[in-house]
Protein backbone atom coordinates (compact mmCIF):
# COMPACT_ATOMS: atom_id res chain seq x y z
CA UNK A 1 0.00 0.00 0.00
CA UNK A 2 1.58 3.11 -1.37
CA UNK A 3 0.89 6.29 0.89
CA UNK A 4 1.81 9.89 1.20
CA UNK A 5 2.70 11.90 3.82
CA UNK A 6 1.85 15.79 4.33
CA UNK A 7 2.51 18.21 6.87
CA UNK A 8 5.22 15.32 7.91
CA UNK A 9 7.03 16.63 10.81
CA UNK A 10 9.25 13.84 11.84
CA UNK A 11 7.65 11.21 11.01
CA UNK A 12 5.31 10.53 14.08
CA UNK A 13 2.12 9.62 12.04
CA UNK A 14 3.87 7.87 9.54
CA UNK A 15 5.94 5.30 11.36
CA UNK A 16 3.33 3.68 12.72
CA UNK A 17 1.97 2.64 9.84
CA UNK A 18 5.24 2.00 7.96
CA UNK A 19 5.34 -0.66 10.52
CA UNK A 20 2.52 -2.10 9.14
CA UNK A 21 4.01 -2.06 5.31
CA UNK A 22 2.67 0.76 4.40
CA UNK A 23 5.28 2.32 1.90
CA UNK A 24 5.21 6.19 2.46
CA UNK A 25 6.99 7.27 -1.24
CA UNK A 26 6.16 11.20 -0.66
CA UNK A 27 6.62 13.26 2.07
CA UNK A 28 6.44 16.81 2.32
CA UNK A 29 6.82 19.77 5.45
CA UNK A 30 7.57 23.17 5.42
CA UNK A 31 10.49 22.58 8.07
CA UNK A 32 13.97 22.02 6.89
CA UNK A 33 14.82 19.99 10.52
CA UNK A 34 12.01 18.20 10.15
CA UNK A 35 12.74 16.77 6.09
CA UNK A 36 16.27 16.05 7.56
CA UNK A 37 14.76 14.11 10.77
CA UNK A 38 12.52 12.31 8.46
CA UNK A 39 14.79 11.22 5.78
CA UNK A 40 17.38 10.20 8.57
CA UNK A 41 14.44 7.44 9.47
CA UNK A 42 12.55 6.34 6.34
CA UNK A 43 14.14 5.20 3.56
CA UNK A 44 14.63 6.47 -0.13
CA UNK A 45 15.23 10.20 0.83
CA UNK A 46 11.55 10.36 -0.10
CA UNK A 47 10.40 13.73 1.96
CA UNK A 48 11.08 17.41 0.72
CA UNK A 49 11.02 20.60 1.79
CA UNK A 50 7.58 21.72 0.67
CA UNK A 51 4.51 24.34 1.77
CA UNK A 52 1.35 22.64 0.61
CA UNK A 53 0.58 26.51 -0.56
CA UNK A 54 3.86 26.32 -3.06
CA UNK A 55 2.66 25.34 -7.08
CA UNK A 56 5.74 23.30 -6.40
CA UNK A 57 3.54 21.38 -4.15
CA UNK A 58 0.95 20.65 -7.04
CA UNK A 59 3.32 19.63 -9.23
CA UNK A 60 4.91 16.96 -7.23
CA UNK A 61 1.03 15.87 -6.70
CA UNK A 62 0.64 15.29 -10.43
CA UNK A 63 3.93 13.07 -10.81
CA UNK A 64 2.53 10.87 -8.15
CA UNK A 65 0.08 7.62 -8.78
CA UNK A 66 -1.23 4.84 -7.78
CA UNK A 67 -1.30 6.23 -4.04
CA UNK A 68 -3.57 4.23 -1.38
CA UNK A 69 -3.68 6.66 1.61
CA UNK A 70 -2.88 10.07 2.57
CA UNK A 71 -1.71 11.08 5.85
CA UNK A 72 -1.75 14.28 7.53
CA UNK A 73 -0.90 15.83 10.95
CA UNK A 74 -2.20 19.62 9.81
CA UNK A 75 -1.14 22.40 12.34
CA UNK A 76 -3.20 23.20 14.78
CA UNK A 77 -1.77 26.52 16.47
CA UNK A 78 -5.49 28.13 16.39
CA UNK A 79 -6.98 25.23 18.24
CA UNK A 80 -3.87 24.13 20.88
CA UNK A 81 -4.68 24.33 24.24
CA UNK A 82 -1.26 25.27 24.54
CA UNK A 83 -1.35 28.22 23.10
CA UNK A 84 -3.39 31.48 21.97
CA UNK A 85 -6.49 30.42 19.93
CA UNK A 86 -6.69 32.23 17.39
CA UNK A 87 -10.23 31.74 14.69
CA UNK A 88 -8.55 33.92 12.06
CA UNK A 89 -4.66 32.16 12.81
CA UNK A 90 -4.21 31.70 8.80
CA UNK A 91 -2.56 27.92 9.50
CA UNK A 92 -6.02 27.21 10.54
CA UNK A 93 -7.02 26.92 6.48
CA UNK A 94 -3.61 24.61 5.66
CA UNK A 95 -5.60 22.06 5.87
CA UNK A 96 -6.90 22.93 2.45
CA UNK A 97 -3.68 20.74 0.94
CA UNK A 98 -4.74 18.36 2.52
CA UNK A 99 -8.15 18.24 0.76
CA UNK A 100 -5.84 19.38 -2.29
CA UNK A 101 -4.11 16.12 -2.33
CA UNK A 102 -7.24 13.60 -1.67
CA UNK A 103 -8.80 15.22 -5.02
CA UNK A 104 -6.22 14.96 -7.18
CA UNK A 105 -4.66 11.42 -5.53
CA UNK A 106 -7.89 9.82 -5.26
CA UNK A 107 -6.40 7.27 -2.54
CA UNK A 108 -8.60 4.38 -1.30
CA UNK A 109 -8.19 5.73 2.51
CA UNK A 110 -6.69 8.76 4.14
CA UNK A 111 -6.17 9.59 7.59
CA UNK A 112 -5.85 13.10 9.19
CA UNK A 113 -5.04 13.88 12.49
CA UNK A 114 -5.16 17.30 14.64
CA UNK A 115 -5.58 18.02 18.43
CA UNK A 116 -9.35 17.78 20.28
CA UNK A 117 -9.80 21.19 21.09
CA UNK A 118 -11.15 21.29 17.40
CA UNK A 119 -13.86 19.99 18.51
CA UNK A 120 -14.82 22.38 21.21
CA UNK A 121 -13.20 25.49 20.16
CA UNK A 122 -15.60 27.97 17.95
CA UNK A 123 -18.38 25.86 18.77
CA UNK A 124 -16.89 23.27 16.37
CA UNK A 125 -16.98 25.15 13.52
CA UNK A 126 -14.15 24.03 11.82
CA UNK A 127 -14.23 20.78 12.96
CA UNK A 128 -17.95 20.69 10.73
CA UNK A 129 -16.46 22.34 7.99
CA UNK A 130 -13.38 20.28 7.65
CA UNK A 131 -15.63 17.23 7.76
CA UNK A 132 -17.94 19.08 5.27
CA UNK A 133 -15.08 19.55 3.04
CA UNK A 134 -13.82 16.01 3.50
CA UNK A 135 -17.40 14.47 2.31
CA UNK A 136 -17.47 17.18 -1.19
CA UNK A 137 -14.67 15.15 -2.47
CA UNK A 138 -16.75 12.03 -2.58
CA UNK A 139 -15.75 10.35 0.58
CA UNK A 140 -17.18 8.42 3.40
CA UNK A 141 -15.68 9.99 6.85
CA UNK A 142 -15.59 8.81 10.55
CA UNK A 143 -13.96 11.04 13.25
CA UNK A 144 -13.32 10.55 17.00
CA UNK A 145 -11.53 11.61 19.30
CA UNK A 146 -8.94 9.34 21.27
CA UNK A 147 -6.25 9.08 24.09
CA UNK A 148 -3.25 7.80 23.45
CA UNK A 149 -3.00 6.35 26.53
CA UNK A 150 -5.26 3.77 26.11
CA UNK A 151 -3.11 2.63 23.09
CA UNK A 152 -0.20 1.46 25.03
CA UNK A 153 1.18 5.65 25.16
CA UNK A 154 3.21 6.42 28.64
CA UNK A 155 1.34 10.03 28.09
CA UNK A 156 -2.31 11.25 28.39
CA UNK A 157 -2.62 12.84 25.03
CA UNK A 158 -5.99 13.31 23.77
CA UNK A 159 -6.41 13.87 19.65
CA UNK A 160 -9.42 13.67 17.02
CA UNK A 161 -9.04 11.58 14.01
CA UNK A 162 -10.92 11.99 10.99
CA UNK A 163 -10.42 8.26 8.55
CA UNK A 164 -11.75 8.85 5.49
CA UNK A 165 -12.77 5.97 2.36
CA UNK A 166 -13.36 5.94 -1.27
CA UNK A 167 -15.52 2.97 -1.06
CA UNK A 168 -18.97 2.02 1.34
CA UNK A 169 -17.47 -1.46 2.10
CA UNK A 170 -14.61 0.05 3.77
CA UNK A 171 -16.39 2.47 5.51
CA UNK A 172 -19.02 0.48 6.85
CA UNK A 173 -16.56 -2.59 7.87
CA UNK A 174 -13.96 0.34 9.48
CA UNK A 175 -13.42 -0.09 13.79
CA UNK A 176 -11.63 2.13 15.40
CA UNK A 177 -9.47 0.51 17.13
CA UNK A 178 -9.88 -0.97 20.57
CA UNK A 179 -8.22 0.36 23.63
CA UNK A 180 -5.56 -1.58 25.10
CA UNK A 181 -4.89 -0.01 28.38
CA UNK A 182 -6.44 1.67 31.05
CA UNK A 183 -6.29 5.51 31.35
CA UNK A 184 -9.07 8.20 31.63
CA UNK A 185 -9.63 12.29 31.34
CA UNK A 186 -7.58 13.99 33.47
CA UNK A 187 -9.30 17.37 35.81
CA UNK A 188 -11.47 19.27 33.75
CA UNK A 189 -11.52 17.74 30.62
CA UNK A 190 -14.91 15.88 29.16
CA UNK A 191 -14.93 11.81 28.92
CA UNK A 192 -14.38 10.21 25.80
CA UNK A 193 -16.38 7.80 24.62
CA UNK A 194 -14.69 4.12 25.36
CA UNK A 195 -14.70 5.90 29.26
CA UNK A 196 -18.09 4.60 29.29
CA UNK A 197 -17.45 1.13 28.38
CA UNK A 198 -16.14 0.74 32.20
CA UNK A 199 -16.77 -2.91 32.00
CA UNK A 200 -14.23 -3.59 29.22
CA UNK A 201 -11.68 -0.83 30.80
CA UNK A 202 -11.31 -3.11 33.87
CA UNK A 203 -10.41 -6.15 32.04
CA UNK A 204 -7.49 -4.18 30.57
CA UNK A 205 -3.99 -3.40 32.21
CA UNK A 206 -3.05 -0.64 33.81
CA UNK A 207 -1.82 2.52 31.49
CA UNK A 208 1.95 2.62 30.95
CA UNK A 209 3.82 5.24 33.21
CA UNK A 210 6.50 7.50 32.99
CA UNK A 211 8.98 4.74 35.07
CA UNK A 212 7.91 1.77 32.40
CA UNK A 213 9.00 4.05 29.44
CA UNK A 214 12.38 5.59 31.25
CA UNK A 215 13.08 3.61 33.87
CA UNK A 216 15.69 2.20 32.61
CA UNK A 217 17.37 5.62 31.10
CA UNK A 218 18.43 6.80 34.65
CA UNK A 219 21.59 5.11 34.61
CA UNK A 220 22.59 5.46 31.39
CA UNK A 221 24.35 9.20 30.57
CA UNK A 222 24.16 8.52 26.74
CA UNK A 223 20.48 9.77 26.85
CA UNK A 224 21.72 12.88 28.78
CA UNK A 225 20.97 15.28 26.00
CA UNK A 226 18.84 18.37 27.26
CA UNK A 227 19.32 21.98 27.28
CA UNK A 228 18.81 24.29 30.35
CA UNK A 229 17.25 27.60 28.73
CA UNK A 230 18.39 29.45 31.25
CA UNK A 231 20.88 29.61 34.21
CA UNK A 232 21.64 26.05 35.91
CA UNK A 233 21.96 27.88 39.22
CA UNK A 234 18.51 29.81 39.33
CA UNK A 235 16.90 26.56 37.82
CA UNK A 236 18.26 24.59 40.52
CA UNK A 237 17.32 27.08 42.78
CA UNK A 238 13.83 26.85 41.91
CA UNK A 239 13.32 23.16 41.00
CA UNK A 240 14.45 21.94 44.22
CA UNK A 241 11.38 22.82 46.07
CA UNK A 242 9.29 21.15 43.82
CA UNK A 243 7.97 17.72 44.99
CA UNK A 244 6.70 14.76 43.06
CA UNK A 245 3.04 16.10 41.75
CA UNK A 246 3.85 19.64 42.33
CA UNK A 247 4.13 22.84 40.11
CA UNK A 248 5.20 26.72 41.00
CA UNK A 249 2.01 27.73 41.07
CA UNK A 250 0.69 31.13 43.27
CA UNK A 251 -2.95 31.26 42.38
CA UNK A 252 -4.30 27.32 42.43
CA UNK A 253 -4.09 26.78 46.23
CA UNK A 254 -3.86 23.02 46.73
CA UNK A 255 -1.20 20.81 48.17
CA UNK A 256 0.14 20.54 44.56
CA UNK A 257 1.18 24.39 44.22
CA UNK A 258 5.05 25.57 45.50
CA UNK A 259 4.68 29.52 46.16
CA UNK A 260 6.83 31.83 45.04
CA UNK A 261 7.35 33.10 47.97
CA UNK A 262 7.97 30.17 49.33
CA UNK A 263 11.91 30.31 47.29
CA UNK A 264 12.75 33.51 48.84
CA UNK A 265 16.23 33.21 47.42
CA UNK A 266 15.05 33.58 43.91
CA UNK A 267 11.98 35.68 44.33
CA UNK A 268 13.14 37.83 47.29
CA UNK A 269 12.66 37.58 50.66
CA UNK A 270 8.82 38.24 52.44
CA UNK A 271 8.08 38.56 55.92
CA UNK A 272 5.07 36.70 57.56
CA UNK A 273 3.22 39.52 57.31
CA UNK A 274 3.24 39.67 54.11
CA UNK A 275 2.81 36.01 53.57
CA UNK A 276 -0.61 36.55 55.26
CA UNK A 277 -1.28 39.26 53.05
CA UNK A 278 -0.64 37.05 49.53
CA UNK A 279 -1.96 33.89 50.83
CA UNK A 280 -5.42 35.81 51.81
CA UNK A 281 -5.47 37.21 48.45
CA UNK A 282 -4.53 33.62 46.78
CA UNK A 283 -7.00 31.91 49.00
CA UNK A 284 -10.13 34.26 48.02
CA UNK A 285 -9.28 35.92 43.93
CA UNK A 286 -11.56 32.86 42.75
CA UNK A 287 -14.73 33.87 44.80
CA UNK A 288 -18.16 35.19 43.36
CA UNK A 289 -18.58 37.22 45.60
CA UNK A 290 -15.43 39.43 44.23
CA UNK A 291 -16.35 39.16 40.72
CA UNK A 292 -16.37 37.06 37.52
CA UNK A 293 -13.48 36.93 35.91
CA UNK A 294 -12.97 33.42 34.92
CA UNK A 295 -9.00 33.40 36.58
CA UNK A 296 -9.68 35.35 39.39
CA UNK A 297 -10.39 38.89 40.73
CA UNK A 298 -8.20 41.55 42.21
CA UNK A 299 -9.13 42.86 46.04
CA UNK A 300 -8.81 45.80 47.74
CA UNK A 301 -7.17 46.97 50.50
CA UNK A 302 -10.11 46.57 52.77
CA UNK A 303 -11.33 43.07 51.50
CA UNK A 304 -8.01 42.14 52.32
CA UNK A 305 -7.71 43.73 55.73
CA UNK A 306 -11.83 42.05 56.77
CA UNK A 307 -10.60 38.58 54.81
CA UNK A 308 -7.03 38.58 56.93
CA UNK A 309 -8.53 39.98 59.87
CA UNK A 310 -5.24 42.79 59.98
CA UNK A 311 -4.91 46.10 59.11
CA UNK A 312 -2.14 46.43 56.02
CA UNK A 313 -1.69 49.56 54.55
CA UNK A 314 -1.13 51.42 50.99
CA UNK A 315 2.69 50.89 50.97
CA UNK A 316 3.13 47.43 51.94
CA UNK A 317 0.54 46.37 48.87
CA UNK A 318 2.78 49.06 46.71
CA UNK A 319 6.38 46.80 48.42
CA UNK A 320 5.12 43.54 46.75
CA UNK A 321 4.12 45.25 43.58
CA UNK A 322 7.86 46.71 43.07
CA UNK A 323 9.21 42.86 43.89
CA UNK A 324 6.87 41.58 41.77
CA UNK A 325 4.48 39.87 43.99
CA UNK A 326 1.16 41.56 43.36
CA UNK A 327 0.19 43.87 40.39
CA UNK A 328 -2.44 46.09 39.99
CA UNK A 329 -6.10 46.02 38.32
CA UNK A 330 -8.18 48.88 38.56
CA UNK A 331 -7.42 50.08 41.59
CA UNK A 332 -6.84 46.73 43.28
CA UNK A 333 -4.81 44.34 43.86
CA UNK A 334 -4.14 40.48 42.44
CA UNK A 335 -1.37 37.91 42.47
CA UNK A 336 1.48 38.35 39.76
CA UNK A 337 1.29 35.60 37.64
CA UNK A 338 -2.02 34.71 37.99
CA UNK A 339 -1.91 33.68 34.07
CA UNK A 340 0.05 30.63 34.83
CA UNK A 341 -2.67 29.20 36.44
CA UNK A 342 -1.81 25.93 35.01
CA UNK A 343 1.31 26.28 36.76
CA UNK A 344 5.18 26.05 35.87
CA UNK A 345 7.97 23.78 36.43
CA UNK A 346 5.84 21.09 36.67
CA UNK A 347 7.40 17.52 38.19
CA UNK A 348 5.27 14.90 37.14
CA UNK A 349 4.44 11.28 38.91
CA UNK A 350 6.97 9.14 38.05
CA UNK A 351 4.28 5.91 38.70
CA UNK A 352 1.87 8.25 36.20
CA UNK A 353 1.67 8.50 32.19
CA UNK A 354 3.02 11.34 31.13
CA UNK A 355 1.01 14.66 30.83
CA UNK A 356 1.31 15.51 27.35
CA UNK A 357 5.04 16.17 25.74
CA UNK A 358 4.81 19.51 24.47
CA UNK A 359 7.54 21.44 22.06
CA UNK A 360 9.69 22.91 25.19
CA UNK A 361 9.35 20.04 27.09
CA UNK A 362 13.17 20.39 27.26
CA UNK A 363 12.69 23.30 29.70
CA UNK A 364 12.87 22.75 32.97
CA UNK A 365 10.30 26.12 33.24
CA UNK A 366 7.27 23.89 32.03
CA UNK A 367 8.27 20.23 32.85
CA UNK A 368 11.05 18.38 35.27
CA UNK A 369 12.09 15.12 35.70
CA UNK A 370 10.00 12.95 37.99
CA UNK A 371 13.36 11.91 39.57
CA UNK A 372 16.04 13.97 39.00
CA UNK A 373 16.75 17.69 38.63
CA UNK A 374 16.76 18.43 35.51
CA UNK A 375 14.74 18.88 32.44
CA UNK A 376 13.75 15.22 29.98
CA UNK A 377 16.45 13.82 27.68
CA UNK A 378 15.52 13.96 23.56
CA UNK A 379 15.52 10.21 23.87
CA UNK A 380 13.40 9.90 26.93
CA UNK A 381 10.49 12.58 25.06
CA UNK A 382 11.08 10.57 22.36
CA UNK A 383 9.98 7.57 24.58
CA UNK A 384 7.28 8.87 25.94
CA UNK A 385 6.21 9.39 22.59
CA UNK A 386 6.17 6.28 21.99
CA UNK A 387 8.73 6.35 19.41
CA UNK A 388 11.41 3.24 19.41
CA UNK A 389 15.31 3.66 20.34
CA UNK A 390 16.12 2.82 16.63
CA UNK A 391 14.32 6.45 15.64
CA UNK A 392 17.09 8.73 15.58
CA UNK A 393 16.87 12.53 15.88
CA UNK A 394 20.34 14.13 16.81
CA UNK A 395 22.25 11.68 14.35
CA UNK A 396 20.18 13.73 11.54
CA UNK A 397 22.19 16.43 12.16
CA UNK A 398 19.27 18.84 13.26
CA UNK A 399 20.07 20.96 16.66
CA UNK A 400 18.68 19.59 19.99
CA UNK A 401 16.01 22.50 20.47
CA UNK A 402 14.74 21.11 17.07
CA UNK A 403 14.72 17.96 18.53
CA UNK A 404 12.87 18.55 21.25
CA UNK A 405 9.95 20.14 19.29
CA UNK A 406 9.85 18.02 16.45
CA UNK A 407 9.39 15.10 19.16
CA UNK A 408 6.23 17.51 20.60
CA UNK A 409 4.45 17.99 17.65
CA UNK A 410 4.47 14.29 16.66
CA UNK A 411 1.54 12.16 16.75
CA UNK A 412 2.85 9.39 18.93
CA UNK A 413 3.79 6.29 16.71
CA UNK A 414 1.92 3.78 19.20
CA UNK A 415 -1.35 5.70 18.76
CA UNK A 416 -0.77 5.71 14.72
CA UNK A 417 0.63 1.93 15.02
CA UNK A 418 -3.23 1.35 15.93
CA UNK A 419 -5.07 2.62 13.51
CA UNK A 420 -2.94 1.48 11.09
CA UNK A 421 -3.68 -1.92 12.11
CA UNK A 422 -7.57 -1.04 12.06
CA UNK A 423 -6.91 -0.25 8.27
CA UNK A 424 -4.96 -3.44 7.62
CA UNK A 425 -7.62 -5.24 8.81
CA UNK A 426 -9.94 -3.86 5.91
CA UNK A 427 -7.53 -5.40 3.15
CA UNK A 428 -8.90 -8.57 1.39
CA UNK A 429 -6.53 -11.97 1.46
CA UNK A 430 -5.05 -10.70 -1.61
CA UNK A 431 -3.97 -7.70 -0.45
CA UNK A 432 -2.29 -8.80 3.10
CA UNK A 433 0.05 -10.58 0.99
CA UNK A 434 1.44 -7.52 0.11
CA UNK A 435 0.97 -6.29 3.54
CA UNK A 436 1.45 -9.10 6.09
Not at 112 to 120: F, K, P, R, T, Y
Not at 157 to 170: A, K, M, P
Not at 268 to 286: A, F, M, P, S
Request: net charge negative; aromatic share 12%.
Amino acid sequence: MRAVSLYSGCGGLDYGFHENDFDVVYACDNDESAVKCFNQNFEGNVAVVRSVESPEFINDLERLNDIDLVLGGFPCQGFSKSGPKKKDDIRNKLYLGMVKAIEELQPRFFVAENVDGMAQNYNGEFLNTIFSDFEALGYHVKYKILNAVNYGVPQFRRRILFVGFNNLRDYENFEWPSPTHKGGSRNGEFKLEDETDLFRLQELPEARTISDAIGDLLENDDVIDHLWSESPERQNSIIEHIGPGQKLCNVRFSDTSVYTWQIPEVFGEVTEREIILLETIGKNRRKKKYGNIPNGNPLSISVVNELSEMNFIKSEFESLVDRDYLKIRDGKYDLKGAMFCSGLYKRPLWNEPSPTVITVFDNPRYFIHPLENRPFSVRECARLQSFPDNFEFLSSGIPIKDAYRLIGNAVPVGLSRSIASSLVQLLTPAENQHVA
